[in-house]
């Protein structure tokens, strides 16, 4: 089994600190391999419907639990009578800035201390030798040149090539290498320069490192502002890094881990129904783990995704910009005995912002800060490129439910509004409405 890593270790979930019950945790590691332990667990569980609910990438196991104690504790009240609730927590290794606000989480004292600038916090620097625990002296640098803030291009060069080291990429040319974002292979200097402009953009005036007012062209662009504006930028691509890392990561738990779990589940207790959902990466392990549910299955009744951080055209069975080719999960929404419930915000700026920079491939001539909406994530604007996939308020699909199959897009923003810069409200996901959502799709209702 392949090293945990992110502050995730393995044990069987007993429900400590989650307050509905029964509930147990499905535990894998970055390679997707699960703790038998833990699947064993949730093979004993009682009840009719399974929800199992993965979190994103911007997590530790403290506040992946804090996330399923609070979303779940609404469901009891919601569903029929005849429906037994079991609660699963999907943990899987992934990374968590601790200078990234999440909604009514964090206490006093948890976060980053404010006026660090572009320096790394002691939490998030150790959070970072959990994930690359072979990296120790990469890391160390790193941390050394955010601190610093060296007005220097060649800092920045030697920035650019530790966070390659780190992310795994070959410093060669995209077209080259057409798999590694141009994030990576661009010049450093005007990655990190689109990345101080995006952090201004994304509502963050007070960029760490960055001047408290930006010109035209950005922080750090101004004739004789130098270089020490852009190391906010250069945060944000450490930050990108991460996010490269786990979102290979999500897909892999996904396909090769919790899908083959929930296939010998089902086969084990073919009444039991399964209800999917997802957070950022964790809409995205839910996801690909339809790739492991048999064609003519039907124990997945609901797929839910909350600020999904992958393509917006994942289920096209073709890309409106290419058209001999589909996206990556084309036609699984068919193997969901019900409806795949995309709950988008256009408050979440990780998505906005964020997402089209990190997924943005060589070639694309808009450019790092260009809107180009081949790179859309399905969090921010819903799912598109699938004929027929109605569009819902959330007040709406409350009101009148979800279609009973196939994709559907929820507008959440009217409650997915609150969070701080960078990300926006892409954790704020903690309300009832979106439970009352998950309710509808999965048709457990009173």
């Known amino acids: 089994m392949a090293d945990i890593g ?22 894998f590691d970055s390679e997707g391999d699960v703790d038998r332990g833990t699947q064993g667990a949730v093979s004993r569980m009682e009840a009719t419907d399974l929800l199992v609910f993965a979190h994103g990438w911007n997590s530790d196991r403290s ?42 989480f964090d206490a006093p004292g948890v976060l980053a201390e404010p006026g660090l600038g572009s320096a790394l916090d002691p939490l998030t620097r150790r959070a970072l ?33 530790l966070v390659r080291e780190l992310a795994g990429v070959d410093a060669v040319p995209a077209a080259v290498a057409p798999a590694v974002p141009a994030i990576f292979t661009d010049d450093v200097l005007e990655v990190c320069r689109a990345l101080s402009v995006a952090l201004v953009r994304a509502g963050a005036p007070g960029t760490p490192g960055a001047p408290a007012s930006a010109g035209p062209d950005g922080p750090g662009l101004t004739v004789g502002g130098g ?25 892999v738990v996904g396909e090769r881990g919790l899908g083959p779990v929930l296939a010998q589940l089902a086969a084990a207790r073919p009444a039991l129904r399964f209800h999917l959902i997802g957070h950022s990466f964790g809409a995205r392990v ?26 917006h055209y994942a289920f096209a069975d073709r890309l409106p910009h290419d058209k001999g ?55 921010h604007d819903g799912v598109q490129a699938v004929p027929g996939a109605p569009r819902l308020s959330l007040d709406t699909a409350l009101r009148e439910g979800v279609p009973t199959a196939g994709c559907v897009s929820v507008d959440a923003g009217s409650v997915v509004r609150r969070g701080g810069a960078p990300s926006g409200a892409h954790s704020d996901i903690c309300h009832e409405e979106l439970a009352r959502v998950v309710v509808t799709a999965g048709r457990m209702g009173r």
């Open 6 to 27: 992110g502050g995730f270790g393995i044990g069987v979930g007993s429900g400590s600190g989650v307050g509905v019950r029964p509930y147990a945790e499905l535990t």
């Open 63 to 104: 506040t992946a639990t804090r996330l399923y104690d609070r979303f779940f504790a609404p469901f009891e009240a919601l569903v029929g009578s005849g429906v037994r609730l079991g609660y699963v927590g999907v943990v899987w290794p992934a990374m968590r800035f601790s200078d990234e606000p999440i909604p009514d």
């Open 129 to 161: 030798g959990e994930f690359w625990p072979e990296r120790r002296a990469e890391l160390d640098r790193v941390a050394e040149l955010l601190e610093e803030q060296p007005d220097s291009a060649a800092a920045f060069i030697e920035f650019g090539a």
């Open 227 to 251: 270089l020490r504006g852009l190391w906010g930028g250069a945060k944000e691509l450490l930050r990108q890094a991460t996010y490269y890392k786990m979102k290979k990561r999500a897909g």
């Open 286 to 311: 839910v996801s690909f783990s339809l790739r492991a549910v048999p064609d003519r299955a039907r124990y997945v009744k609901s797929v839910t995704l909350l600020q999904g951080a992958f393509s």
């Open 325 to 379: 080719n589909g996206g990556a999960l084309r036609g699984l929404q068919h193997r969901v005995d019900g409806p795949v419930v995309a709950c988008h915000s256009a408050h979440d700026s990780a998505l906005k912002v964020f997402y089209p920079l990190a997924s943005r491939m060589a070639g694309d001539s808009a450019g790092l800060l260009g809107f180009d909406e081949r790179w859309g994530a399905i969090g």
